[in-house]
């Protein structure tokens, strides 16, 4: 009798020490793509457990992982904001220093094969430490004290352990919790993928029909934008010179109207700003292959959901869609290198107002959903009762 019971608790503890396929925490998820998106780009390195994602999704949301506790990767990437920031044409970090480019969406990050606007990073899972460490972003001194931080903070106790396995918060599961969550924000099924690919007549209006046919037609879009038969990333992930870089460095002039008093506005030409704030140098793909054609090319970004995702182009220069199908009817910007796909278009004002129509209808129909996923994740923000560093010991 002694020994059955002996043999039963072996087996119990055999039991719970094995994954169980119908636990949440260890269930991983499988993402079937919405339509209009291919298969998503899941290495078998890189499952999804749901207890992971869940961890990625407070973290991206927690202000603690910023050195001095009050910036969050959400608060640039904004998840009501398209997951960007809409306000800002340039990030802006921590205690307000300038960051010199526009915070892309994260919305189908998944599908990107070169992170940043100049594709100098790989994978998501070392992303992260781009703005955790950048002095002007999330300024943490170092990778030790992220984890050492994370380590203290109570509401963490165990979920690192129940994510991965048994392992504690460390450079690689920092790194993969957060890139778990984000693989999860893909959002298509827009109103322009039923109609194209569901066809489903009435899903777009005649006129958003009619900007479809001049984005993959006279006005060239799709040459970059890409669209295909079974699905439309919208981008081609490789990089190119519009002209918007070159324009910014070279300082063409670019003018503003101040308004002096009610009703009386100048016009102001970018240089009279100069005293307040030089322009941070940026020449684009250019600093990750230190090829000279790639001078001020920068990646061509998914135009999913770029109704929510204002204002447009790496350094956030161009504020409505309108101002970006003005800016693709001069043809871009003239200079040496700009992309010869790039030439004056000749659209008349219904062709600019169609187009500008069709870039509307790319909203996914999940985004509401995601953002209040994400809203929900939002942890307490109670800052670490000790210092961090503090913690450190060393195992000998
Ligand atoms: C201060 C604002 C700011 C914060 C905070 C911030 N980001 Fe970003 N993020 C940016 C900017 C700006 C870029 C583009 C930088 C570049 O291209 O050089 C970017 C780029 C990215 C990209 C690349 C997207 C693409 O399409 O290439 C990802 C992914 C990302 N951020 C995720 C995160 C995560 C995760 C965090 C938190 C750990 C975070 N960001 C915190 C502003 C921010
Ligand atoms: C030669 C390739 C190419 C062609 C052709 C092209 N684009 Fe782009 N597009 C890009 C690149 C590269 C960027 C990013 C530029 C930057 O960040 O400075 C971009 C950016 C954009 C953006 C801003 C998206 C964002 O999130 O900031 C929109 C909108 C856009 N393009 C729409 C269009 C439309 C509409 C057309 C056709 C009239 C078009 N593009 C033609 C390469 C191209």
Redesign the pocket.
Known sequence: MKRLAGILLLWVLVLSSCERPGDPDNATLSLAPPLGLPVIPLSPDHPLPQARIELGRTLFMDRRLSHNNTLSCAMCHVPEQGFTSNELGTAVGIEGQTVRRNA?TVYNVAYVEQLF?DGREFSLENQVWGPLLAGNEMGNPSIGYVIEKIKVLPDYAGRFERAFAGRGPDVLTVGQALAAYQRTLVSANSRFDRWYYGKEQGALTTEEQAGFRL?SGK???S???LAGEKHALLTDNR??N?G??YAYSLRLPRKHVVQLSPGKFIELEDKALDSFEQPLPDVGRYEVTLDPADSWA????S?RN?AL?SP????GSLAT?ED??EF?DRGGIDNPQK?P??TP?GLSATEKQA?AAF?RSLTGDNVQKLVTEARAAQPADTPPAKDPASTYRRGY
């Open positions: 892309p606007h984005f006005a060239g879009c040459a970059c934008h990089f190119h519009t918007v870089g920068y990646r061509t970004p135009l770029v995702t447009y182009m790496h350094n869609l970006v199908v693709y992309d796909l790039l278009l187009l870039l």
